[in-house]
């Protein structure tokens, strides 16, 4: 796609500058971020560096140790596996290997971290799903050399990451784009119930796929198993858990891949990457203990082809949920839409903060200055820092005798209304408040007076903003305009008495001011005639 172009190129370009590369590549679960990642393998192998992929699970690592052999076939590059599937004789031999610059590329788990692993000339580190590493991990792949190009890709970045990404501490390429007719994946939230899952099981065999079932406890997996065989007696049902041994684990996918089992039970072992195109159907039970990203990358598993897919998130029957369990069940409802890893992301920053940039506190609470004042600050310390200049910005002050809230009657709910406050209050350009509009109309209907008017102070405040008036206050029927001397053309006010005659009324000084006599004093009249002066500004 084109997105996954434009990132090629960023990731390239940002491997030819001096400065070690540390991208953030944000792409939905199934949008091909391996692909960006091979291209750039491939272009350090071709510079004489080595190349360690970074994977979260032992599976995924099989799967794209596999992918990479593949797609390096017809080149003289050596592709090598590490992880605890290997032998410690062959875990030995790539080590070896390593060591002497005999392995191109290295697919492996945290044992690539483990202090035995040396690299001849290491060049390129690609982190697959980083919020499934700690920030130890993290720290020690920065030590491995502080001068290697890092490319992190996530669905669901954690707050940290997406943080700095946002503030301009690391880069960030993000794929928006889905790849050709793939479909987004029909997500049902609901209490677990035997007739529901029976039928969404029949359903996926009867049009000849394969069901992924969730069950995330170790110990009673296998009367989990046999559950299912009683329930949709024509399956034939197999399971997997983190704990069996490699050879075996490997076996159990490769049955289920080549089709002898349809419904896999297993536990998040299968939460990233697992590609497998004819399981359309996950049904994921108690997902009230899963966390947001991990849901997230769970219901990722299928709808990665044309057929459509479905997502069954159950929770126990009867059960209370805990408030953030609810929040998160609502949210991954909230979100099926293509490229929703990124707004659930960005929801998962603001329930739980950013975090430490320098340590490795991966969450904390910014409730004491607000997140918006936390990111001007780092905003102008960064500026400050890459020796550009930071203007202060005035507040600008609004006061005119017009109602604008948003009443009660129309927004009940007090968090949502916040929301929208605090969006209106962070609008920069004219496109913003339009998108404040579509929003708030598509969700709670036709707009009130009040709530226009709002909007309206809003416009006036970014046309403040782009004239220099600092003060628009009201006194009986004159509106008063105060500007900033160093942003004033005195020119201006010839302009403006041709227009509005014996109706203005200038004022110079340390700060001067125009006087504006208004001919209505309806809160409508009032904001047109303030926005017609700005505007001729």
């Known amino acids: 796609t084109d997105d996954q172009l434009r990132s090629i190129e960023e990731v390239k370009k940002d491997m030819e500058s001096e400065r070690p590369m540390d991208r953030l590549l944000c792409g939905?679960?199934?949008?091909?971020?391996?692909?960006?990642?091979?291209r750039g393998a491939f272009k350090a192998c071709m510079d004489q560096k080595q190349v360690a992929y970074l994977v979260p699970t032992t599976v995924l690592a099989n799967q794209q140790y596999e992918t990479f052999k593949e797609r390096m076939k017809n080149f003289p590059i050596r592709v090598e596996l590490l992880n605890r599937f290997r032998t410690k004789k062959e875990q030995d031999e790539v080590i070896k290997k390593l060591k002497l610059g005999e392995v191109d590329i290295v697919v492996g788990t945290h044992r690539i971290l483990s202090k035995d692993v040396e690299f001849k000339d290491l060049g390129f580190l690609i982190i697959d799903e980083e919020h499934r590493f700690g920030v130890k991990d993290k720290e020690k792949i920065k030590e491995l050399k502080n001068t290697i190009d890092v490319l992190t890709m996530t669905a669901t970045p954690i707050p940290r990451t997406l943080h700095m990404s946002i503030v301009g501490v690391r880069d960030m390429s993000v794929i928006y784009e889905p790849p050709q007719e793939r479909r987004p994946v029909q997500t049902y939230v609901l209490?677990?119930?035997?007739?529901?899952i029976k039928e969404a099981i029949t359903k996926e065999l009867e049009r000849g796929g394969q069901v992924f079932f969730l069950y995330n406890k170790v110990e009673t997996i296998i009367r989990k198993k046999e559950e299912i065989e009683k329930l949709v007696p024509e399956a034939k049902v197999s399971f997997a858990h983190g704990k069996m041994s490699g050879r075996e684990l490997e076996n159990i996918m490769k049955e289920f891949i080549d089709g002898k089992s349809n419904v896999l039970v297993c536990t998040t072992i299968l939460e990233s990457g697992i590609d497998i195109p004819n399981a359309n159907t996950i049904i994921v039970e108690n997902a009230d203990r899963l966390g947001l990203a991990q849901l997230y990358q769970i219901r990722g598993r299928v709808g990665r082809s044309n057929t459509q897919a479905y997502a069954y998130v159950t929770y126990k029957r009867d059960k209370m949920?805990?408030?953030?369990?609810?929040?998160?069940?609502?949210?991954?409802?909230?979100f099926t839409e293509f490229g929703s890893g990124f707004k659930i992301a960005m929801r998962d920053l603001e329930i739980r903060g950013a975090g430490s940039l320098l340590g490795e506190i991966q969450h904390g609470h910014m409730d004491q200055v607000g997140y918006d004042t936390y990111c001007t600050l780092l905003d102008e310390v960064v500026k400050t820092m890459q020796g550009i200049e930071v203007k202060e910005e005035k507040d600008i002050q609004i006061d005119l005798n017009v109602s604008s809230y948003i009443p009660d009657e129309y927004i009940e709910n007090t968090s949502q209304k916040i929301e929208i406050y605090q969006n209106i209050a962070l609008a920069k350009k004219e496109e913003d408040i339009i998108d404040i509009i579509d929003e708030v109309t598509d969700r709670y209907g036709t707009m009130p007076k009040e709530m226009e008017n709002l909007l309206d102070i809003a416009r006036i405040k970014i046309l403040c903003k782009e004239t220099g008036v600092f003060k628009v206050s009201q006194k009986l029927s004159n509106i008063v305009f105060s500007f900033d001397i160093?942003?004033?053309?005195?020119?201006?006010?010839?302009?403006?008495v041709e227009i509005y005659k014996d109706r203005i009324r200038f004022s110079q000084g340390v700060e001067p001011y125009i006087t504006l006599r208004i001919k209505n004093d309806s809160g409508k009249i009032i904001l047109e005639e303030v926005k017609n002066f700005l505007g001729i500004l």
């Open 191 to 196: 209490e677990y119930d035997d007739e529901v």
């Open 321 to 334: 949920l805990s408030e953030v369990a609810d929040k998160r069940l609502k949210t991954i409802k909230e």
């Open 28 to 38: 939905d679960v199934g949008y091909g971020k391996t692909e960006v990642a091979i």
């Open 486 to 496: 160093n942003l004033f053309n005195p020119e201006i006010v010839n302009k403006l």
